[in-house]
């Protein structure tokens, strides 16, 4: 269960993992590495190297509060995100995706720090291919 402050974020996610597991050969293994190589170049040039890597390994925590499977995850210092073939091999069909987990969680803490508008904006750039023109967050819905 996603917790209520990220639950705005929840759908985006679920776009976009929906959107790499249906352009990829694969089975869906690697959707949130993916992910990640594409916000990591857009999100540096704003935040930095160091702040996106305290953004990410901040969203893991709190994917790893959620997840037990998670807890082979973790965030190297240049951004990247390695053991999720571990975490894959734990996680359970009735426990969500860890990896959908985690952009839910990456993107929550966007949503808090700079904003729905921004946030989407940030989504539509880096996925300019993706149909998510039609998505619309409103966190009031959440309070």
């Known amino acids: 269960m996603t917790p ?6 929840e759908e985006l996610a679920r776009r976009i993992v929906n959107h790499e597991r249906a352009t990829t050969d694969a089975s869906g293994d690697g959707t949130a590495t993916r992910a ?3 916000l990591r170049p857009y999100l540096t040039k704003f935040v930095g190297a160091a702040g996106y890597t305290a953004l990410l390994s901040r969203a ?14 973790l965030v190297n210092s240049d951004g990247s995100l390695t053991g999720f073939e571990e975490s894959r091999s734990q ?6 995706s860890g990896e959908l987990a985690l ?3 990456l993107l929550g803490l966007l949503f808090a720090f700079v904003g729905e508008a921004i946030t989407l904006q940030i989504v539509r750039d880096v ?3 993706a149909s998510l023109e039609d998505l619309s967050v409103s966190l009031e819905d959440t309070k």
């Open 4 to 9: 209520a402050p990220f639950e705005p974020a």
């Open 36 to 38: 990640d190589e594409k």
């Open 60 to 73: 893991v925590s709190l994917a790893k509060a959620d997840l037990v499977s998670m807890d082979s995850v």
């Open 91 to 96: 996680n359970t069909d009735t426990s969500p």
């Open 103 to 105: 952009l839910t969680r």
């Open 127 to 129: 996925w300019s291919e």
